[in-house]
Structure formats: structure tokens, C-alpha cells
């Protein structure tokens, strides 16, 4: 078995934006890593930091409009580059190349005026010695590969000529054509159609294996999580609150958190109706996150935390297995309890 | 496409001809007698009647009408025997105040009021276009507040009143104009800095109230379309920042500018009233208001405004060509 070495290591990321009302602290205190081959990914809900975290890896965000800290390595063959202290031309040059980024909205992600072909050939001529016709067999060659029909005749067509799922293929070829090492995936099937969702999956799976890619999977379908991944980071008001296996996350979930999602999701092998348990409450705001744990508000076990723990005290991101951290205060007796009864609850 | 050009090119004709059918119906209603005007205040009824007949005005509107099209067409001759006037194709009419064809009136005036339109259109879009695109990527910076305030002052000022500012204090004063050129048309062909000094002035009065409206209109077009998810997306796939504006946001933000510029230089094409008038141009703008202040000569103002309407139409056609070619999705609709 070979050692695990990972291609991007992100340290101690933070992420903040000054607005006229304070200090929005997006992400903190970030740390995980992806190898080639591998899955992880990020749940959570909006605005718990998830986009934030990879648009910073990007190097999307305006520099002058937000605060950002920390390191993210990429380990390249020529050697680690951290894109957080790099120069902007210096990681410009890696996106598209080492590293992509599909989006949410492929109605959008588009260029409206510019043909299919056009925008291929562009993120291909970037990083490609060659003439327009070698782009062009190039961009054919990945739309074909994407599983966009008539390829070589589509190659001409516009956005708009495109249905919702064919566009989000054209965006993975896009993202793509160029051979990176890491694919970022923001909510990639979050505006498709449910059937056309798993197809798209279904690619973006077949792509890392073909190109043997580190992919970050941001999602809130917990469904999807349990499918695809093989790391799971849970985000929550800017915080990485559980970090494990898919199976650590799944089997012994141990932030309440985490535990709250998981038990949000329907499930159609419960046969008595039942209603969606909701987690109550609101996630607090990132401008003023309130002392001690930010999902003490709510949290149903924080008084079982000996010592008024959770109001004061700010849980550190700690081991609980191998591989397994969690961000809570409980008690280990007091979790397993946790999880039968909200388990257990109708 | 040529589907699409077929029709709004039909649709275009039908158009120009309600227009002139409007604007011949509105004056054949008007509560003057264009045959009482043709002569002066001792008048004879024989001689209304008589040039009445020769202007052919003796006939039903429609009939009127029906010689007018032709006229524009084939050319139109005025009365019988020795004094017949002739007016070749395209004929608007006969200006009985000025003895002249419309038609030379109009083809005097033109080449001054396109001068004047061509000017000033090159320098709004090069300074309004260029501000806003400044503004939009300084945004926040002291150079965008410099473009606000200059929005701010365009906007607000009127002509009427900048055109006398500058005509005074910048114009005479630095002798930068020549008066006694003033009212004259100086071709560019002949005389081309005699041309410009007769006209900078006037495109700098005329530029600075559409530059100011054009930055405003670009800063606001380029920061939405910098938001866009395709932006996002173009950055995401390594462009450097001179692509990402260049190629996908300009091409974006400018495309609606494209409409306004068209359908903005075609209204001036019918005659920048107010600039003309400060500044002495003997454009259509002046032509019009002389007739309607002045002369009451209705056949001028007859075919200005037909002559307006149709560029203001035809230009509403090309921008839509132009339309078309810069944003694909409307090519299918």
C-alpha cells in the first residue's frame, strides 16, 4: 500500500469580508486535505462556508475585498505551491490547469454570446501550443467524452441551444479539458432536474476515475454524500464541526450537529408516517457568533455538558477516532444516549 | 436569419409609411391654409386660389397624398406653361416661402447636421464609454468619483446653457472659433480645419449631455455583467483579467449600449435643435425651427419630420441587425 499523499493541504484557512456592519468571518480555522483518487465532501448548510472555503483555494476571491489567512498547498511535480500567499498571476496560471471549479447553475455559468466550442477552446488554448482546428478536435474529443451526442455538431451551438444537464456536462468538459489534478464541485446537480441529477453524479465519478483527480464535492444532499464520498467535512457557521470517513459520518455520526442532518433526511424504509425532524433555530450570525460553541443556540445537549461548557468555551476540533474528529464538548457517555434518542425519536 | 430579416424589414416599410401618412394627415387638418401663406398680406383670392392649383392642394388629402409618394419617387412638377418649377426625385414639396425645393433645403442642411451628429457621436462613446468602464473597474476609487461627478454635472447642465458657457468663455474668448464663420457651412472636403473649428465646439456642447448619460449606462452594465456567474466562470478557467473584460464582460455589458447609441445618433440625425441654434449650424435642426417659428412653411417641416421618423426607424432596424449578429439568442426568436 502505498503512503497517503495528498495533493491540495489546506492549514488553518480563514476567510473573512469587511462590511459596513463588521467583520463577516465566512470560514475559520479550516484544515483538511484531498489526495488524487480521492473524495471528499463538504455538507453543510447555506452559509456555513463551504463555497467560501473553495473559492479561496480558487483563489476566486478579491483579494482586496476579503481577509484571507492560512495556507492551501497545492503539492504540484514541481513542487508545493500555497495558493493563499502566492501571486495572483502565479495561481491564475494553476486554475484550469491544476485545478477547476464547476459551479451550481450551469443556466448561468455560460457565456451566452460566445459558442460551446468557443469557451472550450479558449480554456484550452491557455495551457496548448496549437492551432484553432487542434482546439477545436480537442473540445469534440471532451464533449463526446461527457456524453454530449453529435458532438462535433453541437460544438458550434450556444448555451441556450442546451437543456440544463447537457450544459453542466458541457462545464465538466470545460473544466476539464485541460487535465487538472483537483476538481472542485460546487453543488454541481443542485439546479438540475432529479433524473438528470445521478447522471451528472454518475460523470463526474467516471471523470475522476479516468483522470485519476482529487474532486471536493460541495452538496447538502446528504443522499449524494453517502453515494460518492470517501471523507466528509460538516460545516457549520464557518466551521469545520465533523470530519470523517463517509462511514464514521454515517454510523457514528458525534456532533449534534451532524447528527441533526442525518435525521433530516426522509427515509422511505420507515413505514409509520412521520414528519421531518427539523433542526430548530437559525445558524447565527457570522458577523457576531456568539462565545463558546456557535450550535449551542441549538443544540439539545448543551446542558448535559458539565460546567456551562458550550457558553464559554469554544470546543476544539478533536479526535474522536482514527480519522474521526468532531468539534463538541459532550461527553462520550452522554453521545451514545445522543444518538439513540434522536435516533430513536418519531 | 434571413427569415428574420425579411420580416422586420417589411415590417419597417409598413411603419415609414403610417408615419408619413400620420404626419400628412396631421397637417392636412392643421387650422392653416398652406395656400394663404404662400403669398403676403395684400393678397388677392385669385392668387390663393391660383397658387392653391399650382401646389396641387385643390385635391382630396388622399390625392395629396398619392402625388406625394409619387413624387418622392418620380419627381414632381408645379404648375403649367412657363412658370412650371421642377423638383427631381425625391421630392418632399415646394417651400413657396424660400422659392426652392424641399428636397435642396434639406440636402443643404444635411451634410452640417451629419457633421455635427458623426462628431459628437465619436466623442460621447469614446469618453462615455471609456469613463464608464473606468468607473465600473475603479469602482469605489477616486477615479469613479470623478466620472459621478461628471455624471452628475452632464446630466444637470442644459445645453442651452453649457452652449453659451462654451461658446463665450471657451469659444470666443480663446479665439478658438471664428465668428465670422459662424452660419456657414464649411465642407471638410474644402476647408477641413476650417470644418473642425466650426464644429469642436458644438461636439463637445452635444457630447457632454449623451457622454455623461453613456457612463452611467456603461459603469452600471459593466459591474452587473462583472457579477455574472460567467465571469465567475471565465476567471475559474485561468483567463487573465484583461481577457475576462476584453472578451466576456465587455462584450456583455456593451451589447445593450450598441442599441442605445444607434437609436440616440439616429434622433440626432433629424436635427440637434438647441446645439444648431447656439452655435449658428445651418442643420436640419435649424431648418425646422424656422420653419415652424418663422416661416410656417409647411412642407418643410413636412419632410423633416418624415425625414426624422425615418431614421429614427431605420436605424431602429439596423440596431436590431446588429442585435441580432452580438447576442445569439435572439437570432432563433
New interface residues.
Partial sequence: MTTYKPFLEVKNLNVAFPTEDGLVKASSDISFTVARGETLAVVGESGSGKSVTSLAV?G?HNRKSAQISGQAFLNLDSGPVDVISADEEIV??????AM??I?Q?PM????????IGNQLI??WE??NEGSKEDGKKRAIEMLDLVGIPAASKRVDE?P?QFSGGMRQRV?IA??LINNPSLLIADEPTTALDVTVQSQILQLIRDMQKEFNMALILITHDLGVVAEVADRVNVMYAGKIVESGSADDIYYRPDHPYAIGLLNSIPRVDKLESQRLVAIPGQPPSLIHLPQGCSFRARCEFADRVPGNLCATTTPTLDQKGDGHFSRCHLPESELVKARVEIGGRK | MLKYLARRVSATVVVLVLVSMSVFGIFAVLPMDPAALTCGKACYPAVVEANRHRLGLDVSVPVQYGRFVKGLVAGRTYGEGAATIECPAPAFGYSFNRHECVTTLIADAFPVTLSLAIGAFILWITVGVGLGILAARKKNQWQDRVATAFVLVGTSLPSFISGILILLFVGLKFNLIDPLSLGRWISPLEDPVGWFRNFFLAWIVLALLYAATYTRFTRSNVIETST???I?????????EKVILQ??TL??AL?PITTMAGLDFAGLLGGAIITEQIFSLPGLGRLSIKAVLIDYDLPTILATTILAATFVVVANLLVDIAYAY????VRVA
Avoid at chain 1, 491564475?92 to 490547469?97: D, F, V
Fill in positions: 480558487m476566486l491564475r496560471k494553476l486554475r484550469g490547469k477547476s471549479m459551479f447553475d448561468s455559468a455560460l457565456h451566452p454570446y460566445y459558442s479558449e480554456a491557455l495551457y450556444y441556450h462545464m470545460m473544466a | 455574472e456567474d460567467y465567475r466562470t471565465a476567471r475559474a478557467k485561468g483567463l487573465s472578451k466576456h462584450r456583455a451589447a452580438l447576442d445569439p439568442r
